[in-house]
């Protein structure tokens, strides 16, 4: 008989509490948003950006306001990481390398050759697996909402590379990823740690005289005037993770939230289809420059170059976790 009688009591507070939910949304005023990244307005990034804050504004009202703040106008994504973690930003959309002081997991995308093309990492991010690595920094106070786009990377320099062994000795500018390290050591060739605003003139001065880079990205830094050849590798992946801070994502009532997520998924698959497009019209516009020749490998060739970064897989596997790796390869 208890057991009959509290169950209305349950649900009352249950319906109470959702209807506080509510009065609190109303009365304190709309749900502040500050969305920072480093991107411009037209990057894929930069419109997905707008396009969240355009949808939210004509789906949620006054319930929930969006401001975007690109151009590294507020932070970088190093800084932005940690005043995310302060709530005094809510969202932000970095590389999926600069994850690597939270989450050990996430390094599986700087894996060299790890996925044959974009379709395989859109179809391990969409599995269980994938899902899970938004996850990965929730006790760290940031929680993943989507994957981004930007495209697979290729190999540029100031000479022809068709081998592994053409890449010995020179210098390339990378990301600050212990993985993205190992793999140029592993033709024995040297990376400096450099931010993206710095590349083209450490390209430019002979600081270094490679890169490795999505066409977007070369083709947006006009790579062309200092790298005269590239290389289609395709050899890895450059894409953001959507994130916000936990907490303040998780007091969101959840009928908003419901929402926002819905929007979010929208808006995940617009960015995806548009860096889709943008990543063949990048690819033409450095084609017909001609500043910089496009290098085309073989099998044989693509395949010389895996066997020679192949060793970076079990160098970090552990790190990684090998279950995790095995479920992006089946991916492909």
């Given at each position: 008989?208890?057991?009959?009688?509290?169950?209305p009591?349950?649900?009352?507070?249950?319906?109470?509490?959702?209807?506080s939910?509510a009065?609190?949304?109303d009365?304190?005023?709309?749900?502040v948003?500050r969305?920072?990244h480093v991107?411009?307005?037209?990057?894929?990034?930069?419109?997905?950006a707008?396009?969240?804050?355009?949808?939210?504004?004509?789906?949620?009202?006054?319930?929930?306001?969006?401001?975007?703040?690109?151009?590294?106008?507020l932070?970088?994504?190093?800084?932005?990481?940690?005043a995310l973690?302060?709530?005094?930003?809510?969202?932000?959309?970095?590389s999926?390398?600069?994850?690597?002081?939270y989450?050990d997991?996430?390094?599986?995308?700087?894996?060299p050759?790890?996925?044959?093309?974009?379709?395989?990492?859109?179809?391990?991010?969409?599995?269980?697996?994938?899902?899970q690595?938004?996850?990965s920094?929730v006790?760290?106070g940031?929680?993943?909402?989507?994957y981004?786009?930007?495209?697979?990377?290729?190999?540029?320099?100031?000479?022809?590379?068709?081998?592994?062994?053409?890449?010995?000795?020179?210098?390339?500018?990378?990301?600050?990823?212990?993985?993205?390290?190992a793999?140029?050591?592993?033709?024995?060739?040297?990376?400096?740690?450099?931010?993206?605003?710095?590349?083209?003139k450490?390209l430019a001065d002979?600081?270094v005289?490679?890169?490795?880079?999505?066409?977007?990205?070369?083709d947006?830094?006009?790579l062309?005037?200092?790298?005269?050849?590239?290389?289609?590798?395709?050899?890895?992946?450059?894409d953001?993770?959507?994130?916000?801070?936990?907490?303040?994502?998780?007091?969101?009532?959840?009928?908003?939230?419901?929402?926002?997520?819905?929007?979010?998924?929208?808006?995940?698959?617009?960015?995806?289809?548009?860096?889709?497009?943008?990543?063949?019209?990048?690819?033409?516009?450095?084609?017909?420059?001609?500043?910089?020749?496009?290098?085309?490998?073989s099998?044989e060739?693509?395949?010389?170059?895996?066997?020679?970064?192949?060793?970076?897989?079990?160098?970090?596997?552990?790190?990684i976790?090998?279950?995790?790796?095995?479920?992006?390869?089946?991916?492909?």
């Amino acid at each position: 008989m208890k057991r009959v009688r509290s169950l209305p009591i349950i649900i009352l507070t249950i319906l109470s509490s959702l209807f506080s939910l509510a009065a609190y949304a109303d009365e304190s005023g709309p749900i502040v948003i500050r969305f920072s990244h480093v991107s411009n307005d037209g990057s894929p990034k930069g419109k997905g950006a707008l396009l969240l804050q355009k949808l939210v504004k004509e789906r949620l009202g006054d319930k929930v306001v969006i401001e975007v703040h690109g151009n590294s106008e507020l932070f970088n994504d190093t800084d932005g990481l940690e005043a995310l973690r302060r709530n005094e930003i809510q969202l932000m959309a970095p590389s999926l390398s600069k994850f690597r002081a939270y989450t050990d997991e996430l390094q599986i995308f700087d894996l060299p050759f790890l996925f044959d093309d974009l379709a395989a990492v859109d179809k391990f991010q969409s599995r269980p697996k994938g899902r899970q690595l938004l996850l990965s920094m929730v006790k760290q106070g940031i929680v993943g909402l989507a994957y981004w786009h930007n495209g697979m990377k290729q190999l540029s320099a100031n000479k022809p590379l068709t081998t592994p062994e053409e890449a010995a000795g020179l210098n390339f500018r990378i990301q600050n990823s212990d993985v993205l390290k190992a793999q140029f050591a592993a033709i024995k060739a040297n990376s400096v740690v450099l931010p993206y605003s710095a590349m083209s003139k450490a390209l430019a001065d002979g600081q270094v005289q490679g890169a490795e880079n999505p066409w977007a990205n070369f083709d947006e830094q006009n790579l062309q005037s200092v790298q005269p050849y590239l290389t289609e590798t395709n050899h890895g992946v450059l894409d953001y993770m959507l994130v916000t801070n936990s907490e303040f994502w998780y007091d969101i009532p959840f009928e908003i939230r419901s929402q926002l997520e819905g929007i979010i998924a929208e808006v995940t698959y617009q960015v995806n289809q548009t860096a889709a497009g943008e990543t063949l019209r990048h690819r033409e516009n450095i084609a017909n420059s001609g500043k910089t020749e496009i290098i085309s490998l073989s099998d044989e060739q693509r395949a010389a170059w895996r066997q020679s970064m192949q060793p970076v897989w079990q160098e970090f596997s552990d790190q990684i976790g090998k279950r995790l790796i095995r479920s992006a390869q089946a991916a492909n």
